[in-house]
């Protein structure tokens, strides 16, 4: 069976620039969650959604940061403009259900911002 | 939210047991254990879960202590490919929002 795929694997561009960042959960599954990790904070929850509505987005950094999910197998979480501070490895996952279920996760995107 | 306290890292011979311990004095009753572990450059992968009783699947046993106060993560043959990073998280029993502490690295010997 298909993982979570997420895309691009690495990312480096420049502070200033458009940064998306792509997800496609497990086919069935009705949560998709976006974290990140950095050496200093750990794993951390970004946003979540149920059945591509946004359920809790008390994660997000700031106004910066956005994500979407335009339908059961797509989501994109958007960084504008990006900085240096934004660099991270940002996962994916997804997971049928919310009552304590395993949630599957992507093998993440390193992003690097110069 | 109730918190998780684990060693940082520990070391173990492979083809031995890991017992790998968890502290979560302040767990309430609607709180579930959970485990993860991270292998280098990978997303975090489920291993187990319980509420009360001990419980076991293909990859690992988990150990509850009476009062739930502790857990124990067991790895009963420790192979080259279980060096990575376990983490033991509380989560809501009408929830999954998980919350990520520091974790155990663990370092598995030849």
């Known amino acids: 069976d298909a993982g979570v795929i997420q895309s691009p694997r690495h990312e480096v561009t420049e502070m200033g620039q458009e940064v998306t960042l792509r997800c496609k959960p497990i086919s069935g599954h009705d949560y998709l969650f976006w974290y990140r990790q950095t050496m200093m904070r750990g794993l951390e929850l970004l946003i979540y959604?149920?059945?591509?509505?946004?359920?809790?987005d008390s994660g997000m950094p700031e106004d910066r940061f956005s994500a979407k999910m335009p339908n059961a197998s797509f989501s994109t979480l958007k960084i504008q403009p990006s900085e240096p501070r934004d660099s991270a490895v940002y996962f994916c996952?997804?997971?049928?259900?919310?009552?304590?279920?395993?949630?599957?996760f992507g093998d993440g995107t390193r992003l690097s911002i110069l | 939210d109730a918190k998780t306290t684990q060693p940082n890292s520990m070391e173990s011979n492979e083809e031995e047991p890991v017992h790998l311990p968890c502290n979560h004095s302040t767990i309430s009753g609607t709180d579930y254990i959970h485990w993860y572990r991270q292998l280098p450059s990978q997303g975090p992968e489920y291993v187990i879960h319980g509420l009360t009783s001990n419980v076991n699947n293909r990859m690992a046993s988990l150990a509850i202590a009476e009062d739930r106060k502790s857990s124990t993560l067991i790895l009963h043959r420790a192979t080259l490919r279980d060096a990575a990073v376990y983490y033991c998280i509380l989560n809501k029993a009408a929830g999954n929002k998980l919350t990520f502490g520091g974790g155990t690295r663990v370092l598995v010997k030849p």
């Open positions: 959604f149920n059945n591509n509505v946004p359920i809790d």
């Open positions: 996952a997804s997971s049928v259900g919310f009552r304590n279920q395993p949630q599957h």
